[in-house]
Each structure stands twice: as C-alpha cells, then as structure tokens.
C-alpha cells in the first residue's frame, strides 16, 4: 500500500520521495503497526484478564459460601445449606445462573443444582488436590462456562467430596469478540492515519536537510566564499552538519585558492629558464657563431636547465612527502645528520651548533637533512654577510625542539604564515634580489608535518628570525 502511494506521488521529474525517505517512511510504519497491534493485544489480554478475574473472584465468594453448608462427620457428607441452592441463580438458567455439581472421592455425583435438569451435563474432572481452587474454562453444548473446583476435607484433611460451580462465560466472550472485531474494522482507517503520519514525519524531519542541501547545491567553484546559514545549535545534527560542510567548503576554498596561485607561480618560475633558454636558442641559431659564442650560450642553457631541474625536483619532494605513506619512519640521531650531512656542506660559513647529544628522532633521515639544510641555507641568504647563524636542539619533557635563528631582516607579522606557501617570496626577499624559487619552506613545513612535528616562525633578538620545530620525542634504551 505505502509503495503504491509513493509511485504515484513520485510520477515527478523530482521525485517527492527518495529511496531515504520511502525507507523511513517504511520503517516508521512497520514500527507504528508493529505498535499499534502490540498495544491492542496487550489490550486484549488485559481485559480478558480482568473480565476472567471478576468471574474468578465472583465464583470464589459463592464456592466459599457452599462449602460452609457442608458437613462431613464420619465420613458421611451433609448438606445443610438447601436454602442457599434454592435460590433463583441455583434453580433457573439466565445470564448470572450458577451450576453446582458435587462428587464423592469415587466420581459419583452426590448434588446438583435444579437448573443442571434442563441445562444438562456438564464435564466433571477430578481437581488437583495440591491447590485449594481450580479454575478452568469449559464447554458445553453451545455455551462457554468458567468452572471453579475446590476438595472437602475431612477432620483428618482427607478428601471426602469435590465441588464444581460454574458460570456463563458467553457474556465475556461476546464482548472480548466484540472489541477484537471494532479492532480489526479499524485497522485499515488506522494503517492509512500511520501512513499519513509517517510521511508527514518523514517529510517534517528531512525538511531542513533538504533545505541546507538546497544552500549547499547553489554554492560552486566560482562562489565558495558562501557559506551555509541555518539557525541551529552548534552541538545540534543539523548544527554540526551546517558547521562540518562550512569547513570543508573553507578548506576548499583554501585548496582552490592555493592551487590557482601555485598554477600562475609555477608557471611564471618555469617560464623564467624557458624564456632565457628560448631566446639563447634564437640568438645561437640567427647566423654562425665563434666556439666561445658557442660555448656562453651552452652554459647558460645549462644553468637555466639547472634552475628548472631544482623547481621540479622541489616540487616532487613535496609531493612525496605529502602522502605519509611513501615515508620511511626509521629512527635516528639528531647529532649524526648534523655532524654527517649539514656541517660538510656549510663549512664557510659562520654556523654555532648546539646540539644535544642524545636526541633521537623517527621519520626520514633524508627529510630531516633538507630541513635543516634549508633552514640554515634561508638564515645565510637573509643575513648580512659572514653573520652567526645558530642552530640548536634540546629535549623537553615529550618533545625534541629545534631552532635555527639569524640576525637577519626577519619576517613581517602579515608573512609569518605565507612563506610557508608555495613559490611565495617575501617582500625583503624581492626588495634584496635575493635568489630563490618560494619553495624552500614549503618543502620543510610539508616534511616537519610529514614527521608529525610543527613549525612556526618568531622575531629573534634585536633583529633577525628565530624558526622553531618541535618534534616527538623517541627513548633509545
């Protein structure tokens, strides 16, 4: 029946039901009707409960009231109480008439009520002895009976007699049969209100969704700076929805932004080399040159190759060292790349190193050596001549803290976090002339992070820039 409705409603080129809210409009409906026939049946049971409990207690009172008019001496049973069974309910047959049978302990029948005569047999059972009342519901002939047993006992508590009273149960039938049959007339009036509500409550609970979908289709590349605005808490699904996309869309922005300016720069840095090479070409080939002619233009060809070849080897650096995975995460000692690999390469320069001698990182050796390669390489170039470039690294509690500082021009405030974008060049950097593709401290912030470590960049003292990195530290025993 639901999935009729929803063919229908969905006959739309936008279907007014998704594959989402026709399975939980399903699901609410089973769990409405899985609900809804609990609850009657539960009703049910309840209320034959109750009604049996009311002929139960209704039987006990009279059976109680029999058993008073008994009186067994010597074995042999009297019965005193004519009185009582010579009441109207004992002698004529209508809706509150009561059955009494009385049985000796052999199964024979000692007493019955006048109205049994034109009533007729009812079945009679020997009652379990270990209880006092036995309650069972009979029939006979046409009509359903509720039948009490209950033993006389003797002066020694031996059975001498049982007696069965029973009552018509057919008025509590009629109305049990009745409440089931208003149940079931009701049931399809009540499957279309759960069908009607479901849809309702799927419609009502997916309706913000669908409306920050809505905000969220009309934003594109060329509009990421919208954001998603619903009025929602921030701990809210919905507000922790509105709130991740937001991010994400930040970040793309951030993503977009950075790879539209590393296109215009990598473009500008390699068209550089490709110029020069272009235009020495042109100038070699115009007419015959001498050997030294030729020989100028070679070498500036293969400076400029140079210059292209370390753009392109940057930048494929950084991109292994983006992906965590192609990294080799050995350990090592910090002491061992600096007196192997660093001290060979600058030893005309002015470099202080302090370098704590028990410092062991884990990461790439390799990546290691091109950050404090290119840490020191940036102090020299933006340091006077024959500065003091000093390079540090100490344990902490948990982390091994790195430091490279010059006296330098030091950085801008505003350009603290820009250097470390690709082919960026700060303002002293371009004022000096000073050679440089934008791509040193890419590379170390990408290999710092790579190695799970954090960089940041503060003014040094009185003048210069102090780099600080802080990586994990790792106990060698």
């Not at 594109?220 to 919208?226: E, F």
């Not at 808490?233 to 970040?251: A, C, K, M, S, V």
């Not at 950085?411 to 470390?420: G, L, P, S, T, V």
Request: charged share 25%; net charge positive; glycine share 4%.
């Amino acid at each position: 029946m639901a999935k009729d409705i929803f063919s229908l409603l969905n006959k739309n080129k936008k279907p007014l039901f998704t594959g989402t809210v026709k399975r939980i409009v399903l699901w609410d409906i089973a769990i409405f009707f899985l609900l809804f026939v609990s609850s009657n049946i539960f009703t049910i049971a309840i209320t034959n409960k109750i009604l049996t409990d009311n002929l139960d207690e209704r039987l006990k009172n009279e059976i109680e009231t029999l058993v008073a008019s008994f009186r067994i001496q010597q074995d042999t049973i009297k019965f005193v109480g004519y009185s009582e069974i010579k009441e109207p309910d004992f002698t004529t047959i209508n809706s509150g008439a009561f059955f009494l049978q009385v049985y000796d302990k052999n199964n024979k029948l000692l007493l019955c009520s006048d109205n049994l005569k034109s009533f007729g047999t009812i079945p009679f059972k020997i009652p379990n002895i270990r209880i006092r009342y036995e309650f069972e519901n009979l029939t006979a002939g046409n009509h359903q009976l509720r039948v009490i047993y209950t033993p006389m006992l003797n002066q020694h508590n031996k059975i001498e007699a049982y007696l069965q009273l029973s009552v018509f149960r057919t008025e509590y039938s009629s109305i049990m049969k009745k409440i089931i049959l208003f149940n079931m007339l009701n049931l399809p009036f009540i499957l279309l209100i759960i069908v009607v509500v479901s849809i309702f409550l799927a419609k009502k609970s997916y309706a913000p969704l669908n409306k920050i979908i809505n905000i969220a289709e009309n934003i594109s590349a060329n509009n990421l700076n919208a954001r998603i605005k619903y009025d929602a808490h921030p701990q809210d699904e919905l507000g922790r929805l509105r709130d991740t996309l937001n991010n994400l869309f930040t970040r793309l922005e951030v993503q977009i932004n950075q790879i539209s300016q590393f296109t215009d720069n990598a473009s500008h840095q390699l068209m550089t080399p490709l110029t020069a090479l272009k235009t020495e070409l042109e100038y070699i080939l115009k007419r015959e040159r001498t050997p030294d002619e030729y020989k100028d233009t070679l070498t500036m060809l293969n400076m400029q190759t140079d210059k292209m070849i370390s753009i392109i080897k940057s930048l494929l650096i950084i991109a292994k060292y983006s992906s965590n995975s192609e990294i080799n995460k050995n350990v090592f000692k910090v002491s061992q790349v600096v007196n192997e690999s660093i001290k060979p390469i600058f030893t005309n320069h002015n470099i202080g190193y302090e370098i704590a001698d028990d410092l062991y990182l884990r990461g790439s050796y390799e990546g290691f050596q091109i950050v404090i390669e290119n840490l020191i390489d940036n102090a020299i170039k933006y340091s006077p001549r024959n500065s003091r470039v000093i390079v540090k690294a100490e344990n902490t509690d948990e982390n091994i803290i790195i430091k490279v500082e010059d006296p330098g021009f030091g950085i801008n405030d505003e350009e603290k976090e820009k250097i470390f974008e690709r082919f960026y060049r700060s303002v002293p950097a371009m004022k000096g002339n000073i050679q440089g593709y934008g791509l040193g401290l890419c590379l170390v912030k990408t290999i710092v992070l790579a190695m799970e470590g954090k960089i940041k960049v503060e003014d040094n003292y009185p003048t210069g820039t102090k780099f600080i990195i802080s990586f994990p530290s790792v106990k060698v025993l």
